[in-house]
């Protein structure tokens, strides 16, 4: 079986965030900002794993869309986090830098499917002519 390397990386990526997140209410009593991450960062991977269940094309990109705007809110409040030095800023840098990259990931892949959903709509309206 072929790995799925956004569902990996998703997954370890929300298994961080709750760490982190859990680690940042004990120590520091940060509920606030801690809360909207843990929820936007735990969504990026659940939304993917939902995407590959989609009924159609249009559904995946759908699915992956809402993964790329979870993860660029978790991108912003890891961000807040590092900047208003409320957590250690050499510990969200990692997260930062892995968010970033699954940002990417997840734009290559919601480019390659929005092109073959054109592709596969000019296909079908050429062949009903």
């Known amino acids: 079986m072929i790995e799925n390397v956004i569902l990996k ?3 370890s990526f929300s298994i961080c ?4 997140c859990y ?10 900002i801690t809360r909207q991450l843990l929820k936007s960062s735990t969504s990026i991977g659940a939304n993917m ?4 269940g989609a009924i159609s094309g249009a559904e995946f990109v759908c699915k992956t869309q809402i993964s790329l705007k979870e993860a ?3 991108h912003y409040w890891l961000r807040i986090l590092s900047d208003s030095e409320i957590a250690d ?4 840098k990692p ?3 892995e968010c970033a990259e699954i940002i990417a990931i997840l734009t290559a892949i919601l480019r390659t499917a929005k092109s073959n959903l054109k592709s596969n709509d000019t296909k079908a309206t050429f062949r009903d002519r």
């Not at 794993?49 to 590959?52: C, G, I, L």
């Open 23 to 32: 680690e940042m209410q004990r120590r520091e009593k940060e509920f606030i």
């Open 89 to 92: 800023p050499d510990l969200v």
């Open 95 to 97: 997260m930062l830098r």
């Open 72 to 74: 660029k809110e978790t």
């Open 49 to 52: 794993e939902e995407a590959q």
């Open 9 to 11: 990386k998703t997954y």
């Open 17 to 20: 965030s709750v760490k982190f």
